[in-house]
Nanobody
Framework: QVQLMQSGGGLVQTGGSLRLSCTASGHTFSSFAMGWFRQTPGKEREFVGAISWSADATYYSDSVKGRFTISRDNAKNTVYLQMNSLSPEDTAVYYC??????????????????WGQGTQVTVSS
């Protein structure tokens, strides 16, 4: 069983930055591609971005491309989401997710096997 523990998040003004962290335990971290999703009330979970197990590939949604960066440190079993130039439209609960032994990095929630507990990000105008 894999546990994903998220940290970071909170309240920030428009144009500000935040970094989310997600630390895994219970399995070899490098066996997983890692994704980030976000969700607002009444809407489906939205893909933000993902990173391959070796960090040699990343993939972002158009809505965050150029503003958000995903990285990982396999020695620390941790994946990061650096969010810059935040706007109120980025307000959501953010989730990290792990995809076990993937053949490629994916953008659909159904492809992911394990999920973090979620963390609120609120961007004030």
């Amino acid at each position: 069983q894999v546990q994903l523990m998220q940290s970071g998040g909170g309240l920030v003004q428009t144009g500000g930055s935040l970094r989310l962290s997600c630390t895994a335990s219970g399995h070899t971290f490098s066996s997983f591609a890692m994704g980030w999703f976000r969700q607002t009330p009444g809407k489906e979970r939205e893909f933000v971005g993902a990173i391959s197990w070796s960090a040699d590939a990343t993939y972002y949604s158009d809505s965050v491309k150029g503003r958000f960066t995903i990285s990982r440190d396999n020695a620390k079993n941790t994946v990061y989401l650096q969010m810059n130039s935040l706007s109120p439209e980025d307000t959501a609960v953010y989730y990290c997710a792990a995809d076990y032994l993937p053949w490629t990095i994916k953008s659909v929630p159904e492809a992911y096997d394990y999920w973090g507990q979620g963390t609120q990000v609120t961007v004030s105008s």
